[in-house]
């Protein structure tokens, strides 16, 4: 009988550094060509964008005034293009060029309104990030830059300018007792800050560089104050934010300018009020009162980013199952191998086995990425339609963020198939591996996100666990001088977007670590 | 380059068992090799160290030369199939192929020869888990050929062949070693072998009891034997043993004489002027050297001797 074959040792064609991708291709060739797998990693993409596109469909959201349904106020925003609250009392005039305000604060005071824990009288208190003090600003548009120096409810004096920035000078309130003297100094495209406890012995706090400040500014008092936040928490998860009105009223005196201002009286704004509140319309409307040099300045508001909003990551609800189904098909990519003994087929085609391992973990990694990073594409823009569509504000992030929320969880995605494909070779069984990564890395997600832990415990859960890898996808960041409820079921990670992401591949490469011991140390 | 498989002193235990026990032997070029043993004497666990998939305690086992794990494209110098249900059940035979022929830098026209190669055509686009065990067998045939490599080690190649298959797979193993290749192939069953193997690698518990021909396996068996039928069994025994040869009585009333051949039985009992009814000669098969060689070394003997059938004349032959 013939072979076929002329002559053994067919010529071999060249070996060396395309061995590699040969083996890449082999392992493409091995994943597209079962077709449960194929469906499974198409499955995860598909459910990325349903289970996004449903919940975005789900989220409406409209405004109102009175019981009549009205089209919501346009959301101002910062010279970084984020979302801000800009919001506040303001006895301002022009200055041209180079030029100094000082003043000196005697009081600090104010109402908030319900507090916890009855929620049924209406207090005198300042709520700790209400602010008086000196800013010069663009203009009294909303969202323009500005530079400030200020007293607060109960963070002493800080130095802020465009919303985002904030610096801490002397911790302390403020009282006629110990009045508080603020210098806000501008010189050239630079504001200087200083504070003194007498006017005559200063201290700088910061300086700052408002972004594009023309020459001719406005420069004056402020007073503003946040709604109080309170936060419940709900049956069996979720959690319930409450914002209360509240007033700010503080006393200046000792007001000097320098530099080129016209002479004659003050501009008296209200920034961005409604003043709608029954205690502005019966108790006391938000503004200025004069008497002898002595100004009392009435507010309410904030000169913040807004936190307020949906935020894009949102609309990446079906990441969470896109994982599972993603990991049921790294693992069975794997365990297949092993129950049917076809690991000595693929260890007989390449015996350096850190080769195999690599191979088949870039591979995983690369067909996730591929299959999910369109889905996550497609979710984000469409859903982001949808939710706006609905009446929903859109909290506005720079086009890198935007990128780095859809490359980062698609990444996520690969990276957690990366993390069960060597959970498989570790185990070598399908259904331990599985578990194993669903125990790692979406059990502590969701405990965390559902609030059926304390805000602490799901925060550390988000740190230490491989679920610290869904930071990737939060997009607007938590900011130390907003009062927020900055917890895991809001939307906000306890690290870095990066850092979080990182923590994850740390695993990773930790189980990766252990994968290729397994697979040199072991007989296949 | 030595198309060759030499294994030198391999020994490896799992655990409390001695899987291999200092085995070693060579495998030459343009013949075919034959690796028979009764199930547990560690053929197969041989042809995994020597594949690079088991380590060996002690020993090494070089392919042409070289470990196993120093190959690159290792198919391309040994193919091998160990394990015939090792394949993805819901992959095509093509596809199966397909990934092993990319990974060794190959493409579709390869798969597609070494699929006409083993008789496949018709099922190539057929999921394996739809495969016979015969089927599988030829897939595996073909992935060990992909490389057309000079040296190839099948693990019990006609498991699950029906009668045509076995007969296609004698000829092509033939085959291979007429374009001389070293081929080696395992068996728990020596018939298998009988007309395949040029040579023979007899092993038991672990370590090779025989390394030679066919002929020579039969020669070094020793088991020429003389059955004597005698009324006079006391002096036929007592004429017998004096000129040093061993008698055993074999039941049914005869007698086997072992260390003389026929011909002086019959000069040693004229001369003592013994009767006989008989004197009949008896040459062993390569089935009963190979049972004599392998009878210490079988794990799980038959307790019941009538359940070993075939295997039981060799056996009380020896005793």
């Known amino acids: 009988m013939s072979t076929g074959i002329a002559a053994p040792a067919r010529s071999e064609p060249r070996a060396g550094r395309h061995d590699f991708a040969h083996l890449l291709r082999a392992e493409w060739t091995k994943f597209r060509t079962v077709r449960g797998w194929v469906i499974g990693m198409l499955a995860a993409a598909l459910v990325v964008v349903l289970l996004g596109l449903l919940s975005a469909s789900g989220n409406h959201s409209s405004c109102d005034s009175g019981p009549v349904e009205t089209s919501c106020p346009a959301v101002p925003v910062g010279p970084d293009g984020e979302a801000v609250a800009d919001a506040f009392t303001f006895m301002h005039r022009p200055l041209a060029g180079d030029g100094a305000i000082t003043v000196r604060v005697t009081s600090l005071t104010g109402i908030i309104t319900y507090p916890p824990p009855d929620h049924d009288e209406i207090v005198p208190g300042v709520v700790p990030w209400a602010k008086a003090g000196i800013m010069v600003k663009e203009s009294t548009r909303q969202g323009t830059a500005y530079a400030a120096v200020m007293v607060t409810g109960a963070h002493g004096v800080r130095m802020q300018h465009d919303f985002t920035q904030d610096t801490a000078g002397r911790p302390g309130g403020v009282t006629a007792e110990s009045p508080r003297w603020l210098r806000l100094v501008r010189s050239g495209d630079t504001l200087t800050g200083y504070e003194s406890a007498d006017g005559t012995s200063w201290t700088e706090v910061g300086t700052a560089r408002p972004a594009g400040l023309p020459s001719t500014i406005q420069v004056g008092l402020f007073v503003t104050s946040p709604g109080d936040l309170t936060v419940k928490q709900a049956d069996l998860g979720g959690s319930i934010e409450q914002v209360r009105f509240t007033q700010a009223s503080a006393v200046f005196d000792h007001v000097g300018l320098q530099g080129d201002t016209p002479s004659g009286a003050w501009s008296r704004d209200v920034v961005g009020s409604s003043g709608t509140t029954d205690w502005e319309r019966f108790h006391r409307a938000n503004g200025v009162q004069e008497s002898g040099g002595t100004f009392t300045l009435s507010g309410s508001g904030d000169i913040a980013p807004r936190m307020d909003g949906q935020t894009i990551e949102r609309t990446l609800t079906g990441a969470l199952t896109g994982l599972i189904l993603v990991v049921v098909v790294a693992v069975m990519y794997i365990a297949a191998e092993y129950r049917r003994g076809l690991i000595h087929t693929t260890l007989l085609a390449e015996p350096r086995r850190g080769r195999v391992l690599a191979a088949k973990a870039l591979m995983i990694g690369a067909v996730t990425f591929c299959a999910t990073l369109p889905a996550v594409v497609v979710t984000v823009v469409v859903g982001e339609r949808i939710l706006r569509a609905n009446g929903n504000y859109i909290l506005p992030v720079s086009a890198l963020t935007e990128v780095r929320v859809l490359i980062g969880v698609a990444a996520l995605l690969a990276v957690a198939a990366v993390l069960a494909l060597a959970l498989g070779v570790v185990f070598r069984r399908g259904v331990a591996a599985v578990v194993t990564a669903v125990v790692v890395i979406v059990v502590p997600h969701v405990l965390a996100t559902t609030s059926v832990l304390p805000d602490s415990a799901a925060q550390w859960l988000l740190r230490l666990t491989p679920a610290a890898g869904f930071a990737v996808q939060q997009s607007v960041p938590e900011y130390a001088h907003v009062l927020g409820h900055y917890a895991p079921q809001a939307g906000y990670y306890p690290l870095a977007p990066w850092a979080g992401f990182a923590v994850l591949c740390g695993y990773t490469a930790a189980a990766l670590g252990l994968a290729l011991l397994r697979l040199r140390r072991a007989d296949a | ?319």
């Open chain 2, 1 to 319: 380059m030595r198309s060759t498989i030499e294994v030198n002193g391999l020994r490896k235990r799992y655990g409390r068992t001695t899987a291999l026990d200092g085995m070693s032997f060579t495998v030459g070029p343009g013949k075919v090799t034959g690796f028979v043993g009764p199930n547990g004497a560690g053929k197969s666990t041989t042809m995994r160290v020597v594949l690079g998939l088991d380590a060996a305690d002690e020993g090494t086992a070089l392919v042409s030369g070289r470990p196993y794990a120093a190959l690159r494209r290792p198919m391309f110098h040994v193919g091998a199939l160990l394990d015939a249900a090792a394949a993805q059940p819901s992959r095509t035979a093509r596809n199966h192929l397909l990934w092993l022929a990319h990974s060794q830098g190959l493409g579709a026209g390869r798969v597609d020869e070494v699929i006409e190669l083993v008789g496949l055509r018709s099922a190539a686009r057929r999921r394996v888990g739809g495969f016979s065990l015969g089927m599988r067998q030829r897939l595996g045939i073909a992935a060990a050929m992909l490389g057309d490599p000079p040296v190839l080690m099948f693990d019990e190649p006609s498991n699950g062949l029906d009668p045509e298959g076995i007969v296609w797979m004698r000829g092509f193993l033939r085959s291979l070693a007429a374009e001389g290749r070293a081929v080696l192939v395992s068996s728990h069953l020596m018939s298998e072998l009988q007309d395949t193997a040029d040579h023979l690698v007899v092993v038991g518990r672990g370590r090779v009891v025989a390394d030679t021909s066919v002929a020579g396996l039969i020669a070094a068996a020793s088991l020429d034997r003389v059955t004597l039928r005698t009324s006079a069994r006391s002096a036929a025994v007592t004429a017998l043993t004096r000129a040093g040869a061993a008698v055993a009585d074999t039941g049914h009333g005869a007698l086997g004489v072992t260390g003389l051949a026929a011909e002086r039985v019959v000069a040693l009992l004229n001369d003592d002027a013994v009767p006989f009814t008989e004197v009949s000669a008896h040459r062993a098969t390569l089935e009963e050297a190979y049972m004599h060689l392998t009878r210490d070394a079988v794990e799980f003997r038959a307790a019941v001797p009538g359940v070993a059938q075939g295997t039981g004349r060799g056996q009380e032959a020896a005793r």
